[in-house]
């Protein structure tokens, strides 16, 4: 049996320790793969403090290799309907599809029974990606073409959550001409709760968009994010100070703070939408008055949830982050804002204060 380097926690209860582990021989079919860079973010934080009830390890192990976010070079792969040779880059899907209606079709983001029916790399059931290397099947790997991208490409797995997200806008805002009488979103104003890698990256995508975009977090940025939020023509603000545009069209919440949410939602303008993408299960209760309701009701307001993204997202993933690696001044270059080794568990533990995204270099 293989043994090799990895990362490992245990599911539920949490923990990190760099070592050496066995790997399962059951590797028929599958591609060898090496990762080159891997993302951490919360998720992973939370699984080590032993703060998601809902992770669990690979049957038959008492470990689970951490880790979902990752570009990764293929060493070796048979022949496969996929087009992926040895030597080419990939980025491996974090969740695999189960038996259900929309796992059939190609759509385990929108599963009908996530606690039985699939599994997620580094999260239930899976083994993740920090490992030396490990064996993955072809139908599970996507891709990369822009070879001279690889540290963007990091970015992939949280960028495809944003593809997702942003077809679940599209779709709800159908229900009214969401768009200005000039066909365009050049007037409409999007407002990002929270200051993190994911919110950067929807701040990316609604300038894409061309909307007025606004990021708010409760205390000021350091200099290094506010550099950032200037080169992309973003405002941020302070909300426990400064008051911000009066109204929005479009709100994403990435802090899933519902008292924060709920201090917001009545600045949404008639047929606005507010996506809800953070998750906060510690998070405090917070009171909604008939009034809320109210708002939300006469005011046509759609909230929607939104989590994960399919293979079609992170496709969508790539070639956004190259139209933005190209464009901005090179900005999303720079939400990397660290590079640790493998044996760096530390940042796993405690999070910078001007982190956007840290990532591993295997
Ligand atoms: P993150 O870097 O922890 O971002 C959370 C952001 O929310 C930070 O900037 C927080 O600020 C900010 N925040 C927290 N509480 C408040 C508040 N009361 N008011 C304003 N801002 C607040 O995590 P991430 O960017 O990786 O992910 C964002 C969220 O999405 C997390 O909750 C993830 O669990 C969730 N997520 C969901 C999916 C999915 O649905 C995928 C990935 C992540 P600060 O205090 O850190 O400055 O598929
Ligand atoms: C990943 C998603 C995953 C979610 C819940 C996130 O960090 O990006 O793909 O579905 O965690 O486990
Ligand atoms: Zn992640
Ligand atoms: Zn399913």
Redesign the pocket.
């Known amino acids: 049996m293989e043994r090799i380097m990895a990362l490992t926690t245990s599911a539920p209860k949490g923990g990190l320790s760099y070592g050496k582990i066995h790997l399962p021989i059951n590797i028929e079919g599958k591609a060898k793969i090496k990762p080159v860079y891997t993302g951490l973010?919360?998720?992973d934080?939370?699984e080590i403090a032993g703060g998601l009830p809902f992770t669990y390890n690979p049957v038959g192990q008492d470990y689970m290799i951490i880790g979902h976010e990752a570009v990764c070079q293929v060493l070796d792969i048979e022949e496969n309907n996929f087009g992926i040779k040895s030597g080419d880059y990939v980025v491996p899907v974090v969740r695999r599809r189960g038996s259900c209606i929309n796992c059939r079709i190609g759509r385990p983001?929108n599963c009908s029974d996530v606690d039985h029916d699939i599994r997620e790399a580094g999260i239930r059931g899976l083994d993740g990606f920090n490992a030396e290397y490990f064996y993955d099947t072809p139908e599970n790997l996507i891709k990369i073409n822009e070879r001279s991208m690889l540290k963007v490409s990091a970015l992939t797995e949280?960028v495809k959550?944003v593809m997702?997200?942003l077809e679940v806008f599209e779709k709800l805002s159908e229900r009214s001409i969401f768009t200005g009488d000039d066909s365009t979103y050049l007037l409409k104003n999007c407002l990002i709760?929270?200051?993190?890698?994911?919110?950067?990256?929807y701040a990316f995508m609604a300038r894409e968009y061309r909307m007025k975009v606004y990021m708010?977090?409760?205390?000021e940025?350091g200099e290094q994010k506010m550099k950032i939020i200037d080169e992309i023509s973003v405002s941020f603000y302070n909300?426990m100070k400064d008051q911000g545009p009066d109204k929005v069209d479009l709100i994403i919440d990435?802090?899933?703070?519902p008292?924060?949410i709920m201090r917001f939602v009545r600045k949404l303008n008639y047929n606005g939408v507010a996506i809800m993408?953070?998750?906060?299960g510690a998070?405090s209760d917070t009171p909604i008055s008939g009034n809320d309701i109210n708002y939300i009701v006469e005011h046509n307001i759609t909230i929607g949830?939104?989590?994960?993204?399919s293979k079609k997202h992170y496709l969508n993933a790539i070639q956004h982050l190259e139209k933005w690696n190209y464009s901005e001044g090179g900005a999303v270059n720079k939400l990397i804002t660290g590079i640790y080794d493998p044996d760096d568990t530390g940042i796993f533990m405690e999070?910078p204060s001007d982190?956007?995204k840290s990532i591993i270099k295997w």
């Open positions: 973010c919360g998720t934080r939370a983001d949280p959550n997702k997200a709760i929270g200051t993190g890698s994911e919110a950067f990256l708010t977090n409760r205390h940025l909300y990435t802090s899933g703070d008292a924060t993408f953070g998750t906060n998070a949830g939104s989590v994960d993204g999070k982190e956007i």
